[in-house]
T-cell receptor
Framework: AQTVTQSQPEMSVQEAETVTLSCTYDTSESDYYLFWYKQPPSRQMILVIRQEAYKQQNATENRFSVNFQKAAKSFSLKISDSQLGDAAMYFCAYRSYYGGATNKLIFGTGTLLAVQP | DTEVTQTPKHLVMGMTNKKSLKCEQHMGHRAMYWYKQKAKKPPELMFVYSYEKLSINESVPSRFSPECPNSSLLNLHLHALQPEDSALYLC??????????????FGSGTRLTVV
């Protein structure tokens, strides 16, 4: 069975600085998706970034980028130029590439990010 | 329309009440999901509907009863709940292209309190 581990329960960053959130996972599959979701106090789970395992290039979305190391099974999220609105719980998630809706989205335990002004 | 809409946003119910949570999407997604989330924990999958058929029930107690009347709507009927069922209930939907799920969209949830 696949597992996702986030070893940092809480992180803090100064506004305008850069922070990296860690995520490791365990799987025997070669094709899968990895996601970072943000959940602010408003509660909605918002997709930050997605990476397909077959793509070697690291995904980037504006200030958010990932460092995907497939062999090491590592998928860290870097937030550059942190803003107050980045404060939220961040979840790393894994999903098999195949299998349709019956394959589950597997979440890590989350990292609570605080942004200091 | 790229949203998943959940109603109500907040619900307080007694242990003998019957209530329903509603979820709606108009993105043409054919997979819809119910998750339960406790504070500062990841969401836990409860049910999955694929093409309006229940495909996963994660051993959820029968006091939770899902229903998918059509491809845009998902309901969760609640009856005789316990205080420990108090949580945030999230609905999500996803495309399902030839057996491959491409992206999930989550609603903002219903905060349920059982008294």
């Amino acid at each position: 069975a696949q597992t996702v581990t986030q070893s940092q329960p809480e992180m803090s960053v100064q506004e305008a600085e850069t922070v990296t959130l860690s995520c490791t996972y365990d799987t025997s599959e070669s094709d899968y998706y990895l996601f970072w979701y943000k959940q602010p106090p408003s509660r909605q789970m918002i997709l930050v970034i997605r990476q397909e395992a077959y793509k070697q290039q690291n995904a980037t979305e504006n200030r958010f980028s990932v460092n995907f190391q497939k062999a090491a099974k590592s998928f860290s999220l870097k937030i550059s130029d942190s803003q107050l609105g980045d404060a939220a719980m961040y979840f790393c998630a894994y999903r098999s590439y195949y299998g349709g809706a019956t394959n589950k989205l597997i979440f890590g335990t989350g990292t609570l990010l605080a942004v200091q002004p | 329309d790229t949203e998943v809409t959940q109603t109500p946003k907040h619900l307080v119910m007694g242990m003998t009440n019957k209530k329903s949570l509603k979820c709606e999407q108009h993105m043409g997604h054919r997979a819809m999901y119910w998750y339960k989330q406790k504070a500062k924990k990841p969401p836990e999958l409860m049910f999955v509907y694929s093409y309006e058929k229940l495909s996963i029930n994660e051993s959820v107690p029968s006091r939770f009863s899902p229903e998918c009347p059509n491809s845009s709507l998902l309901n969760l009927h609640l009856h005789a709940l316990q205080p420990e069922d108090s949580a945030l209930y999230l609905c999500a939907s996803s495309q399902d292209k030839r057996g491959r799920v491409v992206g999930y969209t989550f609603g903002s949830g219903t905060r349920l309190t059982v008294v």
